[in-house]
């Protein structure tokens, strides 16, 4: 069956963008005449532009853990994962562009390792922790990483995408098969690179903390997030009368992995806080010392939000297949892993000084808008049922 876009929906998204587009503008004339007004609106553009882009590469992941695992249940959806990691190439696009703004204006307060003046010696800045970093630490390497992330990335998107069209035509299981090596092998890069980026792109702007469980945590809080949206994506087309073969149990599945994405995210953040916290190591906790002293409510509340509410609403059966209780704790999920990111983000290049007002807002919604348009597109360029997928029959004759 395919897909199209209602007037409904080019209506919603175009009013997301709109308004977020009006507030950003509202934003910045009221406080363009800040101290730190290019670093808070840098900052904005780095919080969105990779809370998105993580949420198309974390579909990339689970796509790619689909076909390597050689799951049957997913079939039926996997044109509207395919759909969310589509949104990778734009995703890209737009942090790299927020990352070469920053990279120009010599890291901008956010990256202080970019600026000469904390990095060479005899100047009034110079900090001695920073410069033994600049071996990894510095503009040329920093986006020899950032283009060597984003090519792999856009080949294995791109192939995936292409051998599935392609296995619409022609079916058999050559096409299935050549998927599940390049998954594996994605696999192994993805181990590496989403570590590797969350400490460049996030981790790197406390530039004197480190910490092992980082980018471990940063990639739960994409999963989780990217299943989120998987889950609303697919009960807004059941909704809309798309997607005839899936049934409760596709959706029970979806449910379940929000459900457990969530647990492990929680598990991370609680055992980096209390590891680093109970041992009160001074170059350790002074992460965490700024996020209590100035967003305590935010950063302890975020926490409560992402750990209470999928634990306590999502734990029964009957929950996991409501589509109103998993769009509900969908969008309470979606704006808590958007709160971790704006404090990981904010906490680090504002300090004290950041706040949410329209600016932050704003972009949000501004960028919301246009993700969900890229996604609702995407779906239009396919069947929304893969035609000759190997695992179609069982995945329409699943029952949990």
Known sequence: ???????????????????????????????????????????????????????????????????????GWYASVKRVIEAVAGYLPYGMAMLALTLLTITFMKGAHIYLWMDPEYTT????????????????????????????????????????????????????????????????????????????????????????????????????????????????????????????????????????????????????????????WYANIGEEVVYYITRIEHYKMMYFGMFLINFAFPMLILMSRDAKRNAGILSFVGVIILIGHWLDVYIMVSAGSLGQSAKIGFLEIGMAVLVAGFFIRVILNNLTKAPLTPVNHPFLDESIHHEI
């Open 1 to 71: 069956m395919e897909f199209s876009i209602s007037n409904k929906a080019k209506v919603f998204t175009t009013s997301l963008m709109v308004i977020g587009l009006l507030f950003t503008a509202i934003g910045v004339f009221t406080s363009m005449n800040e101290h730190h007004f290019e670093t808070r609106l840098l900052t904005n553009g780095l919080i969105n532009s990779f809370f998105f882009f993580a949420i198309g590469l974390g579909a990339l992941f689970f796509l790619a853990l689909q076909y390597a695992t050689e799951t």
């Open 121 to 276: 010696e005899g100047t009034h800045h110079y900090d001695s922790i920073i410069a033994g970093k600049a071996a990894y630490l510095n503009p040329i390497f920093f986006w020899i990483r950032t283009l060597v992330y984003m090519a792999v990335y856009y080949l294995f998107l791109r192939g995936f995408r292409m051998r599935s069209l392609e296995e619409d035509r022609i079916g058999g299981t050559d096409l299935h098969f050549k998927n599940y090596r390049k998954a594996a092998t994605f696999l192994v890069f993805f181990a590496v690179f989403s570590s590797t980026s969350a400490w460049d792109w996030l981790m790197s702007i406390d530039v004197h903390w480190f910490s092992t469980l980082f980018g471990w945590y940063t990639f739960a809080g994409m999963w989780v997030s990217t299943m989120t949206v998987l889950v609303m994506l697919t009960l807004y087309l059941k909704k809309l009368g798309y997607l005839p073969k899936v049934n409760d149990s596709h959706i029970h599945d979806l449910g379940k992995w929000t459900f457990a994405t969530s647990f492990l995210w929680s598990y991370l953040w609680f055992s980096q806080f209390m590891l680093i």
